[in-house]
């Protein structure tokens, strides 16, 4: 996509602050969406967190998501089915309280990792809304208590797998949707492409 937004995030500590805070503005204002470069989250942690949340969808959902597309009979549709993402998800919650412990089928070093990676997740989000706050000519922090809520903020991860679809052409991956929420920070597979979305 043409001048897709690319948002280097080393290039605020030096004389590219500036420019770098414009792109963000614009980012923000025409597209609401833009890609993170050198965001502070390491590529080795990344990398564990996608292996591991591989290993649990073909240990524990793999098989459960088959019987699932079988029961419907999706493998034989013949017109678009738009009542259905092909997705396999589960959902964990990190603030107020977190569920990870509930998640059934989880393996210890997944949960560990997770934790570690949700962290470093909610850390980046309160610098980018800081950053924010700095465009919009708002107090630091001002976002994050508008966020916080009476109970705390809500942060969770949403974990999803797109398996090979038969009929690719006639069922989504994901339907059209508007996220909800303040902040919404997406890890996309490097290996699989088709995230899209709409400008104007």
């Keep these: 996509m043409e001048n897709f937004p690319v948002i280097n995030l080393e290039k605020l500590n030096g004389e590219e602050r500036g420019a770098t805070m414009e792109k963000i503005q614009d980012a923000c204002e025409n597209w609401g969406f833009f890609e993170l470069i050198n965001h502070g989250i390491s590529h080795e942690l990344m990398d564990t967190m996608e292996r591991l949340t591989k ?3 073909q240990k524990s959902m793999e ?9 419907k009979g999706l493998e034989g549709v013949q017109t678009e089915v738009n009542d259905l993402d092909w997705e396999s998800t589960f959902f964990l919650r990190h603030l107020p309280h977190s569920n990870i412990s509930e998640i059934p089928d989880l393996q210890d070093e997944y949960r560990k990792v997770m934790k570690e990676f949700a962290l470093r997740l909610e850390k980046l989000a309160e610098e980018l809304l800081d950053l924010l706050c700095e465009n919009l000519g708002l107090e630091k922090g001002y976002l994050k208590k508008a966020f916080h809520g009476s109970k705390g ?13 038969p009929k690719p052409d006639l069922i989504k991956g994901l339907r059209a949707h508007t996220d ?15 995230l899209q979305l709409l400008k104007d």
Aim: hydrophobic letters at 30%; charged letters at 20%.
């Design 55 to 57: 290993e649990h969808y």
């Design 63 to 71: 098989q459960r998501f088959k019987e699932l597309v079988a029961t």
């Design 153 to 165: 903020p809500n942060f969770g991860t949403k974990v999803s797998n797109y398996p090979p679809c």
């Design 180 to 194: 909800a929420g303040g902040i919404i920070l997406l890890f996309q597979d490097d290996k699989v492409s088709g």
